[in-house]
């Protein structure tokens, strides 16, 4: 797991719950680490451990918390960074569903190696989207469904985000576009404030 | 020619395929312009002006029409805008049939990242197939992994002087340096496990760097480390806390008998010559102890104070001696004495 993530799921949880909770759940991990770097590699397990260790000290289920990360990865002021990488993606909301298949090359180009599941989008019309990645762990659907919802909000648009099992594995989601212009969203200005 | 059959495209099908464009007549004077040059120019009066008036031909120099511009089609040109900022412009020119002027397409190139903040560009000003925010998305992720990986040098850096001001060796012999020496000491005193403090100061090594320079000392002094570990068992410390100065602890080695025949041993060992190209080196040493029985409550500082003396008291007594501290009061006080004493 690319320290990027991690520490952006450090962020999610100190911005949420304190400094204290994550100092102990790191120590409780007990795995010689004192920090987590961004630009380090960690071993795809204790990413697990940490989220399920997250969860239980939190009085959460997994799926919650990892729908909560989403929305921060969009919503919070600490992780601007992240959505505006993300509203480079699109000019509205449909041009943002588009996007999502080009995201793991995109994330490629400015960090060579985080790779991120690849996914793929089709569109049945009427607003309605299936999403399917099939190299994903299912950890990712929860996060991916946090942060759908939470780029709507961003855009102004009004959307459905639904998981739908499947027996072929990886992660499903139907994505109901129900209105495009539906409140007014965050805007984006292209160039960034400076500071 | 088949498939040249020249393609008649309207105003707003230009302004998608090249939002930054405009069309001047013959005279020079704008007929059309993309939708972004009303964002360059928000007061308007964009079409109608001179094209010379809004903009500044950097290259091709001599260029004194837009004609000249156009027939050298396909190569860049280079613009200024004539407003406060000079903003930096690319386009290219081609000339449009039957004399109904030129159409030039402009575009920001490297300048981009401030034109977008200056003219307050949205992504829709630019076309489908302009790659001009992907490259804004770019430049944003490579600030933002930059500035990981500059904390994270940042970081390094200070872990890095931490450890070397953490450092428990000499650099040179790998002994312990006083650090770790006197680390070792507070761990022994607090546990009361006794121990023989042992001062060791080479003789004649001033000498050897006078003559044979200070590569033939430095590999005395790594001979010396040799001989000192290998004189030593592993639970024993052997520090050098000086240029030429050693100290070390015999950790539960308090017979006064086998102390002095390891010191004795010691000095024989170091004063064997060491080899320097077709040179030798010869060196001896002196040599004080004290031992942590000789105090009811022993104390790190007193006890290298004491073993300090001792060795002064070896130095009078003609070098390559070995003495106790508890002998040092029966030993006349010379020279060395009183310096060892004051400098307590």
């Known amino acids: 797991m690319h320290g990027l993530v991690i520490c952006a799921f450090e962020s999610f949880v100190r911005h949420s719950y304190g400094a204290a909770p994550w100092a102990a759940l790191v120590e409780g991990l007990d795995a010689g680490i004192e920090r987590f770097e961004p630009m380090f590699h960690y071993d795809d397990a204790l990413a697990a451990r940490l989220v399920r260790e997250t969860a239980r000290v939190l009085g959460k289920p997994d799926e919650a918390l990892l729908e909560d990360f989403g929305t921060f990865l969009v919503a919070h002021p600490a992780s601007e960074r992240v959505r505006r990488l993300l509203r480079f993606g699109g000019v509205d909301y449909e041009d943002f569903l588009a996007s999502l298949e080009d995201l793991s090359g995109r994330v490629c180009l400015a960090v060579p190696d985080l790779v991120l599941p690849e996914i793929s989008l089709t569109e049945l019309g009427g607003g309605d989207y299936r999403l399917h990645s099939a190299d994903a762990p299912p950890e990712f659907a929860p996060v991916l469904s946090g942060l759908l919802r939470a780029m709507a909000d961003d855009y102004g648009a009004l959307v459905l985000v639904e998981e739908t099992g499947a027996e072929d594995g990886g992660v499903h989601l139907a994505i109901r576009l129900l209105e495009a212009a539906f409140a007014r969203g965050r805007g984006f200005a292209l160039a960034q404030r400076a500071g | ?344």
């Open chain 2, 1 to 344: 020619m088949r498939g040249e059959l020249p393609i008649g495209l309207g105003p707003a099908a230009l302004d998608r395929l090249m939002p930054m464009h405009l069309v001047a007549d013959g005279d020079g004077v704008i007929t059309h312009a993309g939708p972004v040059l009303g964002k360059i120019f928000p007061a308007g009066g964009v079409v109608g002006a001179r094209f010379f008036d809004l903009f500044e031909v950097r290259r091709p120099r001599q260029a004194a029409s837009l004609d000249d511009i156009a027939r050298r089609a396909g190569r860049k040109v280079q613009l200024r805008l004539r407003d406060p900022d000079r903003t930096p412009l690319i386009g290219a020119a081609v000339p449009l049939e039957a004399g109904q002027g030129v159409l030039v397409n402009l575009s920001f190139g490297i300048a981009v990242v401030d034109a977008v903040a200056r003219f307050n560009l949205a992504g829709s000003d630019f076309a489908a197939t302009d790659l001009t925010l992907e490259m804004l998305y770019l430049v944003e992720a490579k600030s933002a992994a930059m500035a990981e990986s500059r904390k994270l040098n940042e970081r390094l850096h200070g872990a890095k002087a931490t450890a070397e001001a953490e450092a428990r060796s000499d650099t040179l012999t790998g002994l312990s340096n006083r650090r770790a020496l006197d680390q070792t000491l507070e761990r022994l005193i607090a546990r009361a496990v006794p121990f023989t403090l042992m001062h060791l100061d080479l003789d004649f090594f001033k000498q050897v760097n006078d003559t044979l320079g200070h590569a033939a000392g430095d590999l005395v002094l790594t001979e010396v480390a040799r001989i000192l570990c290998e004189e030593t068992r592993s639970e024993d410390v052997v520090a050098r806390v000086g240029g030429d100065e050693f100290v070390l602890v015999f950790t539960r080695l308090i017979e006064r008998s086998r102390m002095v025949a390891i010191a004795e041993r010691v000095i024989l060992r170091l004063e064997e010559p060491v080899r320097f190209g077709d040179r030798e080196a010869r060196i001896s040493a002196s040599i004080g102890l004290v031992s942590s029985l000789n105090y009811d409550r022993p104390e790190a500082t007193r006890m290298m104070r004491d073993a300090d003396m001792a060795l002064y008291v070896s130095k009078d007594r003609g070098r390559g001696r070995v003495t106790f501290f508890d002998e040092a009061h029966q030993a006349k006080a010379g020279p060395a004495m009183d310096a060892a004493l004051n400098r307590g």
